[in-house]
């Protein structure tokens, strides 16, 4: 196989992207069987089939076709007919491919621990080979074996010449699982200034400083403005992301101004409608974003309106009970200014 482009973010050559275990099979909650990360598995790429020998490449679209079609027992039938291959063929010299491939189909079909020890056979065979340290790495990291990654990054670091970008992510990722957060901060830096179009680099940096003012650590007015710069990109590229569109609903309505009528109330009451009629206003967070932009608007009367339908579909929450003894003092308060104003 070729050189790892260290210029080609999170992917090898060809993406074909996969969440190992039973996620993308039997599209269960991404996080994997053999793990108890709270981090969704990573994703996995293959290269070209190009890149392989003759004798392999022809199984490359037969992999490509399994995952596009969730067939985990073809991907189990292509893991037995490499090992046929091995038992037939225990001559050639195209062993670490062989190993390489297995590990791969046993990764993508949920086999976390076979993947590692095909990888770590892959490599026997062919020290320098970036692609199996990459996605040995990825597996030790979703099996939680965090310590173990880092000598696997720093072995495509060598090979490759520079870090690539998923090894970046990879690296603070697996730093934060020890809870050694300075350096996952410090790394992600790194790969910032590496990588500074890369969005998945973008996401976990924002998600560090997230966490960073949630634990009630106060940003800088460039760390301020990075942030903001990046939940705005990040919101337009990924619609879907829950949490990206409710952390950027929640920074515009911290910005917004109802005696100005901003353009930032408006945006946040979009996107807070669009999560709450997505959820059927069954998410907490989401109902909360919208009866907090209808306050701010001082829309008393639509704000009720959120809190009676989540009382419909979550009648025991208890963000929705807090929101309605908020809402019972701000409409007596506004009562009381009108009152005085007579």
């Known amino acids: 196989m070729t050189r790892l482009d260290p210029k080609q973010p999170m992917k090898f050559t060809k993406k074909v992207l996969i969440i190992p275990a039973f996620c993308l099979l039997t599209g269960s909650t991404p996080v994997c069987a053999q793990t108890s990360s709270k981090i969704a598995p990573s994703a996995t790429y293959l290269p070209e089939a190009s890149e392989f020998s003759p004798s392999y490449s022809g199984i490359i679209s037969e992999i490509s076709s399994s995952i596009a079609t969730k067939d985990k027992a073809q991907l189990l039938n292509l893991v037995s007919r490499l090992s046929e291959r091995e038992e037939s063929n225990s001559t050639r010299g195209d062993d670490d491919e062989k190993y390489f491939l297995s590990g791969f189909l046993k990764r993508s079909a949920g086999d976390l621990h076979g993947a590692v020890e095909d990888f770590k056979k892959s490599i026997e065979f062919r020290q320098s080979n970036p692609h199996a340290h990459f996605l040995l790495a990825q597996s030790l990291a979703d099996l939680d074996r965090c310590q173990e990654v880092f000598s696997e990054l720093d072995q495509v670091r060598f090979t490759t010449g520079s870090e690539p970008a998923a090894g970046y992510l990879l690296r603070a990722q697996c730093l934060a699982k020890l809870n050694r957060q300075p350096e996952a901060e410090s790394i992600i830096a790194l790969g910032r200034k590496a990588y500074s179009a890369d969005s998945q680099i973008k996401k976990l940096s924002l998600m560090f400083k997230a966490n960073a003012m949630s634990s009630g650590a106060i940003l800088t007015d460039a760390q301020m403005t990075e942030l903001d710069g990046d939940l ?55 109902i909360k974003l919208l009866f907090d932009v209808f306050l701010k608007k001082r829309l008393s009367n639509k704000a009720q309106d959120v809190l009676n339908r989540g009382k419909l579909e979550l009648p025991e929450s208890k963000v929705i009970a807090n929101c309605q003894k908020q809402l019972k003092i701000e409409v007596e308060g506004l009562k009381v200014l009108k009152y005085d104003r007579r």
Request: net charge negative; proline share 2%.
């Open 232 to 286: 705005a990109e990040l919101a337009v590229a990924n619609p879907e992301d829950l949490n990206i569109q409710l952390m950027y609903g929640k920074s515009l309505l911290k910005k917004g101004d109802i005696l100005t009528k901003s353009i930032e109330l408006d945006t946040a009451e979009k996107i807070a409608q669009t999560l709450v009629d997505k959820s059927v206003y069954r998410d907490e967070a989401s």
